[in-house]
């Protein structure tokens, strides 16, 4: 053999040699890999399925909040609906004059000017000078409660919004 000869089957040698430790390496490293990406895909399905217990847990909460808010709201178009009613017939009976309002006048002998009392006032204060309001005054003053009286089933229904929100 020549040493040309000798170099060359050398270097096929060393080549296989090569070749085999490469294709050694690749099996020993893709098996890793395939452990790792099982591995991965197990902590993805773990991941996931907490995700997913969490996502039905805000579920449950979002829609008994709604529930509660529904049901809050209920209670409160119930609430604005008898307020209106009522002043409807506190305006009815003060329109047909079945009803008349009046205000309990202040005893002051200092200042000279008592506004003298309606002619037969009953009430159930005794011995209390009365002055019967004019109907259109009675009217105006019912008007004012009834925009009072919405104003705070507003308020109480916006507070219980609030407080059910940021429970």
């Not at 329109?95 to 003298?116: I, K, W």
Request: charged share 25%; with cysteine.
């Amino acid at each position: 053999m020549t040493a040309v000869q000798k170099i060359a089957g050398l270097l096929a040698v060393l080549a296989i040699a090569c070749f085999s430790t490469w294709k050694v390496q690749d099996w020993r490293y893709g098996e890793k890999l395939a452990e790792q990406a099982g591995l991965h895909q197990g902590e993805l399905a773990d991941v996931s399925a907490a995700a997913a217990k969490q996502v039905s847990a805000e579920q449950s909460k979002r829609l008994a909040i709604e529930q509660t808010l529904a049901n809050s709201d209920q209670q409160h178009t119930k609430e604005l609906s008898d307020a209106q009613r009522n002043q409807a017939r506190l305006r009815d009976r003060l329109a047909t004059s079945d009803l008349r309002l009046s205000v309990l006048l202040a005893e002051d002998s200092a200042s000279g000017c008592n506004v003298p009392s309606a002619s037969g006032a009953v009430g159930v204060v005794h011995a209390a000078r009365r002055a019967r309001l004019d109907p259109a005054h009675a009217q105006r003053i019912i008007g004012i409660t009834d925009s009072g009286d919405q104003g705070l089933i507003a308020l109480r229904a916006c507070q219980a919004y609030v407080r059910e929100i940021t429970k």
